[in-house]
C-alpha cells in the first residue's frame, strides 16, 4: 500500500518551533519529490518546501524562507520539515505530497503535479 503519513503538528506558541515529519511507505521516496504544502481555512492550498529525494535540492516559498528547514533521511524513508519562528499566519493543515516527474526540476512542483498525498497535520500558532 502506498501512503505518506504525518506527524508533529500541534498548538504552539508564536515564535515557537516544530518539526513535522512524513515518512513514505510502499514507495522509495529516493524517486520522487516530496513537499510540503499548507491549507488554511477558506485558502488555497500552497507550496511550502521541496526537496528532491534523488540530488536533495530543496526549495522555499518566500514566506517561510530563513523560518523553515525541509531535510531528507533515505535510510527511514522520512522528511521532515522543521519550522522556527512560527508566525499565525503559520497557521494550517501540513500536507506532505510526493511527485515523481518533479525529481531533478523541484522548482515546478506543484499540487497538480502530485502522485500521493499523506492525510495532513494540523499546526496551530497561538498565544
Known amino acids: 500500500q502506498l501512503q505518506l503519513v504525518e506527524s508533529g503538528g500541534g498548538l504552539v506558541q508564536p515564535g515557537g518551533s516544530l518539526r513535522l515529519s512524513c515518512v513514505a511507505s510502499?514507495?522509495?521516496?529516493?524517486?520522487?519529490?516530496i513537499g510540503w504544502f499548507r491549507q488554511a481555512p477558506g485558502e488555497e492550498r500552497e507550496g511550502v518546501s521541496y526537496?528532491?529525494?534523488?540530488?536533495?535540492?530543496?526549495h522555499y516559498a518566500d514566506s517561510v524562507k530563513g523560518r523553515f528547514t525541509i531535510s531528507k533521511d533515505n535510510a527511514k524513508n522520512t522528511v521532515y520539515l522543521q519550522m522556527n519562528s512560527l508566525k499565525p499566519e503559520d497557521t494550517a493543515v501540513y500536507y506532505c505530497?510526493?511527485?515523481?516527474?518533479?525529481?531533478?526540476?523541484?522548482?515546478?512542483?506543484?499540487?497538480?503535479?502530485?502522485?500521493?498525498w499523506g492525510q495532513g497535520t494540523q499546526v496551530t500558532v497561538s498565544s
Open positions: 526537496i528532491s529525494g534523488g540530488d536533495g535540492s530543496t
Open positions: 505530497a510526493a511527485d515523481s516527474a518533479s525529481l531533478f526540476t523541484i522548482a515546478t512542483m506543484t499540487s497538480e503535479s502530485v502522485d500521493y
Open positions: 510502499g514507495f522509495l521516496l529516493d524517486y520522487y519529490a
